[in-house]
């Protein structure tokens, strides 16, 4: 796997400044040292501000030949407290989006192939994680008057969150660089490419959709 084509504008002592706790800015190390496939750019963006005390977000988009597949966001959270419905000190959230043929989408199985995606990746990598919960949403669009000659289009969309099991109990560090590596591999599979980088087995991919975004 080749390195990430985008870069990380903020290290891991710039997050949360001096007073962010030591097991966050590791946390965000992590992140920041992935190999990637070269299909896949990914950057630092700002994270929101009120869904935990400390946080940090990437965001990233599979491009072949200039033409953007798939996108997504991924938001790590630190509460150094706890939180019950997390289960632990971390979470993450992420969203994840991308085109498909109309017909594609018409199957009615395909929220539960989605969804079977994440968790596939996730445990394809070997992480531990607790807790999942998301959404999958297909939405079609039709044209009309000055946009009447574009195809009608239909997008699928994954929001999930799960909590990184912390080796070795609360307080430690996950490691989220397995986990960043993990929901890389669900972008190149909404994206439609083939598998690549974990040795995953029985794995149900989607067609090469028509009509990607240009960059």
Known sequence: MAAAHGHH????DDVGGEGSPSVFRQAVAGLQGVLLRPEIELDATPPPQRLAPFSYALEAAVVVDDEELADGRLILLHDPAGHDAWGGTFRLVTLVHADLEEEMAADPLLPEVCWSWLTGALEARRVPYAAPSGTVTRAGSHYFGGLRERPPSTQIE??????PIEP???????????HLSAWCDLLC???GLPPGGAPEAGIVTLPQRRGPQSR
Not at 158 to 163: D, L, N
């Open 168 to 178: 070795g109990g609360q307080g430690a560090v996950p490691d989220t660089a397995a």
């Open 9 to 12: 504008e903020d290290g891991p």
């Open 189 to 191: 599979q909404i994206a």
């Open 158 to 163: 994954i929001r999930a969150s799960w909590s």
